[in-house]
């Protein structure tokens, strides 16, 4: 924003607040819609303009929707209200039903997301029936680990790969659900096996027994090891989890981000990952503790960082209605989707971006974080 004398004025709390209602006003109205008829269900729809592919929830991504839970949860805690928190129980509800086979699956970063906005919905919003769902998932994350081949979560069942996407996430449900053990053997493995010592970044994963490595750099591979080490300083204090958070703040700011702003786009899967880097920066900005000079600089710096972005985003976004259609890349202005290009799925099970990724619900919902978490810290005057 800019004055009347050409000063730039920092948004206020407020104005992130009403940003963040109009994110979410816009999910609601483009992508949530009852589950197959049933009372009492809401699931986002994945594109929109939707597909009649879409609308069937033929398509419906578990691991997007439980993004959609975490979201609903930021705005009931932003600004409690009865219908935000029956929201977040829709959609819980609805993914269970549209799994089929109730809450787990083969994919245990899927299975930790939905278990941390469980998690989340029940400490903070008092969401009592998400207990069975997350003492079912907290079984299966915990028995996850395999030491036989030294260590790590793999991606999904019977896979040689063990990556920073399934890991990141299971430590901070370990830890949100009292397990510091487990969440602290997977941060020391993470730091072992996946950190890139001549950037300080997290690699995407590796092949175990071989030892094979996939050096590919995700923004949200970052976030999640960042998220874990917060956890793990806070409910510890052990001084290693602090070290980890602060050089990784670094890495991030020098290799992450382009005038403050963080970089990257795409739809599709991809279309979260700036998004979760953007959660566990807001998360590091209120939490990480310490006050000597390095600590107190990387708190400050994942603070701007999530503040410029979610400027540079909303002053890109498309207006459609009254409502605002984000970029995947927050440095560059939306483009209105069409229906034609919808994402479809890779040969390894991920998803592919729409044509235009403004289209995929993944690249609206990272928009959604973005505006809770520029909130977020705005209001704790960081």
Not at 92 to 113: C, E, F, H, K, P
Not at 166 to 184: C, D, E, F, K, S
Not at 295 to 310: E, F
Request: with cysteine; aromatic share 8%.
């Amino acid at each position: 924003m800019t004055s009347r004398t050409g000063r730039n004025i920092e948004p206020t709390a407020a104005l992130w607040s009403e940003r963040a209602d109009l994110a979410e006003s816009a999910i609601v109205s483009r992508h949530l819609r009852t589950l197959w008829g049933m009372p009492g269900t809401q699931l986002g729809v994945v594109g929109w303009p939707p597909t009649k592919r879409d609308r069937a929830f033929a398509s419906w991504h578990y691991w997007w929707q439980a993004h959609l839970i975490d979201c609903c949860v930021d705005a009931a805690n932003r600004a409690p209200t009865p219908v935000r928190k029956r929201r977040i129980w829709a959609v819980a509800q609805a993914v269970r039903l549209r799994n089929l086979s109730g809450w787990t699956n083969n994919y245990y970063d899927d299975m930790a997301w939905l278990t941390i906005s469980l998690e989340r919905a029940e400490r903070t919003q008092g969401v009592a029936e998400v207990r069975g769902a997350l003492l079912v998932l907290e079984k299966d994350l915990y028995a996850g680990w395999e030491p036989e081949v030294g260590g790590g979560v793999p991606w999904r069942r019977n896979s040689d790969f063990f990556n920073a996407p399934a890991n990141g996430p299971v430590g901070i449900a370990m830890a949100r659900l009292g397990r510091y053990h487990r969440a602290a053997e997977i941060s020391d493995w993470l730091d072992e096996h996946l950190r890139d010592p001549e950037t300080g970044l997290v690699f995407d994963g590796i092949h175990l027994p071989s030892g094979v490595l996939e050096k590919p750099v995700y923004s949200y591979c970052q976030g999640v090891v960042l998220g874990l080490e917060t956890e793990l300083a806070v409910h510890t204090g052990e001084p290693r989890h602090v070290e980890r958070a602060v050089r990784l703040m670094a890495a991030i700011e020098e290799h992450m981000t382009d005038g403050g702003v963080v970089t990257g786009d795409g739809g599709g899967d991809g279309g979260l990952f700036n998004g979760i880097l953007i959660r566990y920066l807001a998360l590091a900005a209120l939490m990480l503790p310490g006050e000597e000079r390095a600590q107190v600089a990387a708190r400050r710096t994942a603070a701007a960082i999530v503040r410029k972005s979610a400027t540079a985003a909303w002053g890109n976004r498309l207006e459609v209605e009254g409502e605002p259609l984000f970029s995947a890349d927050w440095r560059q202005p939306a483009r209105l989707p069409g229906v034609a290009g919808a994402g479809s799925f890779t040969p390894g099970g991920s998803v592919k971006s729409s044509r235009h990724p403004e289209r995929d619900l993944s690249v609206q919902l990272s928009g959604w974080k973005l505006m809770e978490a520029a909130h977020t810290v705005t209001a704790a005057g960081l």
